[in-house]
């Protein structure tokens, strides 16, 4: 049972690093990863090199530091602003309507940008204090955006996602393109599960209707942001050429499977930089000096999830050569348990996991032996990758909580302390069963 001895003490020394030490997640990532090489014995040094050549030589782990500079220049750009005004002048006259306009903004980010933070830090900064005029508590307030960030997980293409097909473990097993359509399913029952939320909390706040003259006039809202409606254009754009009816004509048409030649993973963000760069042309940069302070500017955020991800696949790998994905899946087998119970079990796992652990650590540690296992209790590849996905997106519900929660708590000037009860609640628990309904099929995707 090496490989098992292997996770515990991958597991042992992120959460040590992370936690105790107060030590950043790209750090802890590295050192799991040399730990787990370590196991291999005489073959360390051979098992490490190549499970890092692996890591290296993938093009998700570029992928993901060009979406995560994209989410960068599209708040840069203000576009994500004129979103979010849009969306307050349609639906914030309303009883709450900040709060309903914070979920479905953190929706609609979530769904471009992925990144728990940066959802929190973007869509916090500007509904929290809409939130604060309309009389939502403060605590209410920095709940709400902290429990929304956690829908960047549950939509394509998130780091991840991005970790889970690209593992050793479950790249095998299942195909990107079989993944999208079942994610962004599974992505809107957690949209559901967080209005339904927004809606409790609104009614025990005694919240109001956003003042009027504190709201975009419908008229203006649309003249400056329709555009940035085209974003979703520009997802779904490579995905329409690459899945579907569409994908099998032109791949009939061009003699060669098209989704080979066209990688969403890539042309995603490359399209939505390309838009980016021309609805938010006004407030971008006009000179090379200009641009290479705002790119610099950039660098803090994607180094650490550029690190992230890149020894998350590293450390994944050197897991897989001790043997661990035969020997958990062995375990979780020896269970006999059905599926709903299996899909429990796996599910209390990550989530507790997740409490100290980022998304993608999570998945990387202990989310991708998870779907191995249901998919080899029967659930098919992508409903079992979409339930784990659900899981390991209560980075901020558990407590102590992730960094959404502290970024949200810190915009609203609360005590993180007095959100726990409420995360758990009202978030982790609900989506730790939205996650075993996916698996058990209850929920379709």
Not at 389 to 409: D, K
Request: with cysteine; hydrophobic share 55%.
């Amino acid at each position: 049972m090496i490989g098992v001895w292997a996770l515990g003490a991958y597991l042992a020394v992120i959460i040590l690093w992370t936690t105790l030490l107060k030590r950043n997640v790209g750090e802890a990532m590295m050192i799991g990863f040399l730990v787990a090489a370590g196991f291999n014995g005489v073959a360390a040094l051979n098992a490490g090199w190549t499970a890092l050549y692996d890591a290296l030589t993938d093009e998700i782990v570029y992928a993901t530091v060009i979406f995560v500079f994209m989410g960068y220049l599209l708040e840069r750009a203000g576009v994500m602003e004129r979103m979010i005004n849009l969306l307050d002048a349609l639906i914030g006259g309303r009883k709450g309507g900040s709060a309903y306009v914070s979920t479905v903004a953190s929706a609609g980010l979530g769904s471009i940008v992925h990144n728990q933070a940066a959802i929190a830090a973007t869509v916090g900064s500007v509904t929290i204090p809409w939130m604060e005029r309309a009389k939502v508590e403060r605590t209410t307030a920095a709940t709400i955006v902290a429990g929304n960030a956690g829908m960047g997980i549950t939509f394509p293409f998130s780091a991840s996602m991005f970790v889970l097909v690209g593992s050793s473990t479950v790249g095998p097993l299942l195909d990107i393109d079989t993944l999208i359509l079942p994610l962004i399913a599974g992505g809107m029952w957690c949209v559901l599960h967080r209005l339904i939320v927004t809606a409790i909390l609104v009614h025990r706040s005694g919240a109001r209707a956003t003042a009027k003259e504190n709201r975009p006039q419908l008229l203006e809202a649309l003249r400056r942001g329709w555009t940035t409606l085209l974003l979703f254009v520009g997802v779904a754009l490579p995905m329409l050429l690459t899945t579907g009816a569409l994908a099998k004509i032109l791949s009939g048409h061009a003699g060669t499977d098209v989704s080979d030649a066209i990688s969403p993973i890539f042309w995603i963000p490359v399209v939505l930089i390309v838009l980016g760069l021309v609805l938010g042309r006004r407030q971008l940069p006009r000179s090379p000096k200009a641009w290479a302070q705002l790119i610099g500017d950039s660098a803090p955020r994607f180094g650490v999830v550029g690190i992230t991800v890149l020894f998350a696949f590293a450390g994944a790998n050197a897991l897989a050569t001790t043997g661990l994905p035969e020997q958990l899946s062995g375990l979780l087998d020896g269970l006999d348990l059905p599926v709903w119970l299996l899909a429990v079990v796996i599910g209390l796992i990550v989530v507790a996991v997740a409490a100290p652990l980022s998304s993608t650590a999570t998945m990387a540690a202990v989310g991708t032996i998870g779907v191995a296992a249901l998919i080899a209790a029967g659930v098919p590849a992508p409903t079992a990758a979409v339930a784990v996905l659900i899981f390991s997106s209560c980075e901020a519900a558990v407590p102590p909580g992730g960094a959404p929660l502290y970024v949200a708590c810190g915009i609203a000037g609360v005590d993180p302390l007095h959100t726990f009860r409420r995360m758990l609640l009202y978030y982790a628990l609900p989506l730790l069963g939205i996650g075993v309904l996916v698996a058990a099929g209850v929920l379709p995707v």
